[in-house]
């Protein structure tokens, strides 16, 4: 809780943060899908994604075909202090976990809590141990797995809302 020290996203702009492994079970490809959904009516919103894995590749050309490079980053791996940082300036935490097809899920993904911890709001799948520390509408914002048209509506309502990020925030690092 001391590294991951929190931000104040009602001041942050509308800056999605999200830190994984791109492999099946985190769904990066439904994450882009969703922040792509939302980012024609949300012109400044931004999505960094920080990790690597056999997804990425894949989710690189996707945001090139796109044409989104300016304003999804796929920064690679980054250190903890780096991460503890990028979430202390983002508006929110972004998770699409699912089941994998051959039955691979998450337990409580520890970045949920370090963003939890960074006073960030969580919007996530109601996947696993995730909806166990994140209530709806009181800590984030959870839709079910595959849902990309409700993730991008979570990410639209937070990024036009920066109070509610901040309530949601607070929170979360409360809890």
């Known amino acids: 809780v001391q590294r991951f ?8 702009p ?23 959904a939302m980012a024609a009516r949300v012109p400044d919103a931004r999505l960094t994604m920080v990790g690597d894995g056999v997804l990425w590749e894949s989710c690189v050309q996707r945001v090139r075909a796109a044409g989104l490079e300016g304003r999804v980053s796929l920064c690679g791996v980054k250190e903890q202090n780096e991460i503890a940082a ?9 998770q699409h976990s699912v089941r994998a097809l051959s039955g691979d ?4 993904p520890l970045a949920v809590l370090e963003a939890m911890a960074s ?21 984030g914002l959870l839709c079910d797995e595959f849902d990309v048209a409700a993730m ?14 901040g309530r949601m925030g607070r929170a979360g690092r409360i809890h």
């Open 5 to 12: 020290a929190a931000g104040n996203p009602s001041q942050a």
């Open 14 to 36: 509308p800056h999605f943060v999200s830190v994984g492994r791109f492999v099946d079970k985190k769904a990066p490809h439904m994450l882009l899908g969703s922040f792509m």
């Open 86 to 94: 990028l979430m202390r300036g983002a508006r929110a935490f972004v």
């Open 105 to 108: 899920s998450e337990g409580t």
């Open 119 to 139: 006073g960030l709001p969580v919007i996530a799948t109601r996947h696993t141990g995730i909806g166990d520390v994140v209530v709806h509408e009181e800590r």
């Open 152 to 165: 991008a509506e979570h990410m639209e309502r937070i990024a036009h809302d920066p109070d509610l990020a």
